[in-house]
């Protein structure tokens, strides 16, 4: 069992920053790649950025966020980070983050754990 709680969500004007955590908790933290995704209503799930297990340094991005969003983890903290920079209105949504099971995915559908999510809101 893997438990996710997101923080860090908030209101920012367009071109700021923000950086987001996901701590978990379970002693199997290390094996699963962690993956933030977001959302808006009435919308898909859409794949933000995602790190490898263990300190692979693996990481891959959804192409709206490549070049402003930076993903990181802790392992000792068991905790992952997602640095927004140069923020859109576009990217306002409620950010999630989830674990997968050994590899990296950019498919919400094969996440196994989910956290309940933060709202991030980009004012123009």
């Known amino acids: 069992q893997l438990q996710l709680v997101e923080s860090g969500g908030g209101l920012v004007q367009a071109g700021g920053s923000l950086r987001l955590s996901c701590a978990a908790s379970?002693?199997?933290?290390?094996?699963?790649?962690i993956a933030w995704f977001r959302q808006v209503p009435g919308e898909e799930r859409e794949f933000v950025a995602a790190?490898?297990?263990?300190?692979?340094?693996?990481?891959d991005y959804g192409e709206s966020v490549k070049g402003r969003f930076t993903i990181s983890r802790d392992n000792a903290k068991t905790t992952v980070y997602l640095q927004m920079n140069s923020l859109k209105p576009e990217d306002t949504a409620v950010y999630y983050c989830?674990?997968?099971?050994?590899?990296?995915?950019?498919?919400?559908?094969?996440?196994?754990?989910w956290g309940k999510g933060t709202q991030v809101t980009v004012s123009s």
């Open positions: 379970g002693r199997t933290f290390l094996s699963y790649a």
């Open positions: 790190a490898g297990r263990w300190s692979s340094g693996v990481t």
């Open positions: 989830a674990a997968h099971y050994l590899t990296i995915s950019t498919m919400a559908s094969e996440y196994d754990y």
